[in-house]
C-alpha cells in the first residue's frame, strides 16, 4: 500500500503570495535570527494535517471533501498583520492573520473535520486559528533572539488591503525534500 504525506488546504493567488515575498524580505533585512522561511510559492491557508494516508483512500476523502464543501458559497477572506506564536517575547513561528468571513471558514473547516472523522482522521483538539505561516524560529535560538525577533514582526509594516475570494478547497501531497517542501494538488473541490 502505497502511502502519502498530505493535508487539505486553501491555496492563495499568485499576488499574494508575491506580498507575503516581499513581507519576509523585510523581515530578512531587519534581523539576523535564524529563522526558516517558508517558500513563497508554498504559502497556503490549512485546514486540515492528515499526515501519512493510504493512496487507496482518496477519491473516498475527496467525496468527504465535496459533501464538508456542500452548501458552503465562496467567500472573501481578507489579510491583516503579521503575527506571531506564542507570543513576541518567545516566538517560534511568524504568521500573517486573517480577516472578513471567518465565520465561513470557520464552517468549512468544521465540516472538514466532521466529514473526515468516520474515515480514521480525528479532530483536531486545539481550535481553528486561521493563519498563514510564514517563517518557524530554528529550536536553538536563544530568548533574547527570539523577542527581538517579536519586536521586529511587531514594527514591520504591511500592506494588508489584500483581499481574496475562496471558491475551492485543495487535498494536497506533500513531498519532503532537503531543499524543502514540494507540494502537489491531488484533487479540487468547489464550493457551489
Do not use: C
Request: hydrophobic share 40%; glycine share 8%; net charge positive.
Amino acid at each position: 500500500m502505497e502511502k502519502i504525506r498530505s493535508f487539505i488546504a486553501i491555496e492563495l493567488p499568485g499576488e499574494l503570495r508575491q506580498s507575503l515575498a516581499r513581507l519576509q524580505d523585510r523581515l530578512k533585512s531587519g534581523g539576523s535570527v535564524p529563522v526558516r522561511w517558508v517558500d513563497s510559492g508554498n504559502i497556503h491557508l490549512t485546514l486540515k494535517f492528515l499526515g501519512d494516508i493510504d493512496t487507496e483512500i482518496i477519491g473516498r476523502m475527496t467525496s468527504a471533501l465535496e459533501n464538508a464543501a456542500n452548501g458552503i458559497h465562496p467567500f472573501d477572506i481578507r489579510v491583516s498583520g503579521p503575527g506571531v506564536f506564542p507570543n513576541m517575547k518567545r516566538v517560534q513561528v511568524i504568521w500573517v492573520g486573517l480577516a472578513g468571513e471567518l465565520e465561513k471558514l470557520a464552517q468549512l473547516q468544521k465540516n472538514i473535520e466532521a466529514n473526515l472523522a468516520p474515515l480514521g482522521f480525528p479532530s483536531e483538539a486545539r481550535p481553528f486559528s486561521p493563519h498563514l505561516t510564514i517563517a518557524r524560529v530554528r529550536d536553538y535560538v536563544r530568548p533574547d533572539e527570539r523577542q527581538k525577533l517579536g519586536q521586529l514582526v511587531a514594527t514591520t509594516p504591511f500592506e494588508s488591503k489584500y483581499v481574496f475570494n475562496v471558491n475551492a478547497v485543495q487535498l494536497m501531497k506533500s513531498q519532503l525534500t532537503r531543499e524543502g517542501p514540494i507540494y502537489s494538488r491531488i484533487s479540487t473541490i468547489a464550493l457551489k
